[in-house]
């Protein structure tokens, strides 16, 4: 995604917060509604929201409102939290290959499964990827569990070198693997 896209979708959720929040406000009198119009200019819906009482809307009414805030609010945190990266950037995609006339590209997904099969092939279980995208290359992280019969050590240093062996031969760069064994198997 571009940046005009994030920076629309960043605004988009942010309305998405800050709208119903501010008319939830205005209907529970914490804010005047003439306050509310004075920076908002939406007086249609503050006149009708600044009409409302408790007393006059049902129960059924009340669930509804309220499901359907709780809803737009969780939508408009799931937008922020896609869009916002905290001290990392999110791998998507890379290029393999760029050669005029035989591009080729390779998805963060199919990073992953890569790294997976390579954990796995080494005898780790359940392993779990997450990509970092670094300029030029790949910052893997990788958490497993393991055998309680292996050597820890031993199994994550040839994890790690499996995965990284795995997807140079695929032509992906990688920067650094990092092998976190999460709990012995049972």
């Known amino acids: 995604m571009n940046f005009l896209n994030r920076l ?7 309305l998405l917060l800050v709208v119903p ?6 209907a529970l009198g914490f804010i005047a509604p003439q306050l509310a119009e004075q920076y908002t200019g939406y007086s249609v819906v503050v006149d ?17 409102a309220a499901v359907i805030g709780v809803l737009v609010v969780l939508v408009a945190l799931l937008l922020i939290m896609r869009e916002l990266t905290f001290g990392r950037v999110i791998a998507r995609n890379t290029i393999v290959d760029d050669s005029p006339g035989a591009e080729t590209l390779i998805t963060a997904s199919a990073v992953r499964a890569l790294s997976e099969g390579a954990a796995r092939e080494m005898g780790a279980e359940a392993p779990s990827i997450s990509l970092a995208e670094g300029k030029p290359a790949y910052g ?17 240093a040839r994890v790690r070198e499996n995965i990284r062996k795995a997807l140079e031969n695929q032509n992906v760069k990688v ?11 049972s």
Do not use: H, W
């Open 8 to 14: 629309i979708m960043l605004v988009i959720s942010l």
């Open 21 to 26: 929040v501010l008319l939830l406000l205005v």
């Open 175 to 185: 920067k650094d693997v990092e092998v976190t064994i999460r709990k012995v198997a």
């Open 140 to 156: 893997i992280r990788c958490g497993i569990e393991v055998p309680s019969s292996s050597n820890y050590t031993e199994l994550a």
């Open 48 to 64: 009708f929201i600044g009409g409302l009482s408790l007393a006059s809307v049902g129960p059924q009414a009340r669930i509804i």
